[in-house]
Nanobody
């Protein structure tokens, strides 16, 4: 069974930084796309960032572009989300995701596996 385990969430002040990690364990596979979604209170779940297997292709939502950076270490089956210059509007539950096929932003495919979600709260 494939499991996604997240860490790094918490409470941070506006302007601060936080780094989320997501490790894939269990029956791992090669070539998968990974990324992060978030869901704010009363809002739908939206794609924040995604990254291809090689890391050569990345996508960022306009709201986080220039502030967030997604990266991965395939040897550890781990994806990261470095979040800088955090704003209160970044407050949400963040979900790690993995999929057999990418281009989630274009809605060609969708994730096959999801993490449990981790709370990120940015105070004013």
């Amino acid at each position: 069974q494939v499991q996604l385990v997240e860490s790094g969430g918490g409470l941070v002040q506006a302007g601060g930084s936080l780094r989320l990690s997501c490790a894939v364990s269990g029956r791992t596979f090669n070539g998968y796309t990974m990324g992060w979604f978030r869901q704010a209170p009363g809002k739908e779940r939206n794609l924040v960032a995604e990254i291809s297997w090689t890391g050569s292709n990345t996508y960022y939502a306009d709201s986080v572009k220039g502030r967030f950076t997604i990266s991965r270490e395939n040897a550890k089956n781990t994806v990261y989300l470095q979040m800088n210059s955090l704003k209160p509007e970044d407050t949400a539950v963040y979900y790690c995701a993995a999929g057999f096929s990418g281009n989630w932003a274009r809605e060609l495919y969708e994730p096959n596996y999801w993490g449990q979600g981790t709370q990120v709260t940015v105070s004013s």
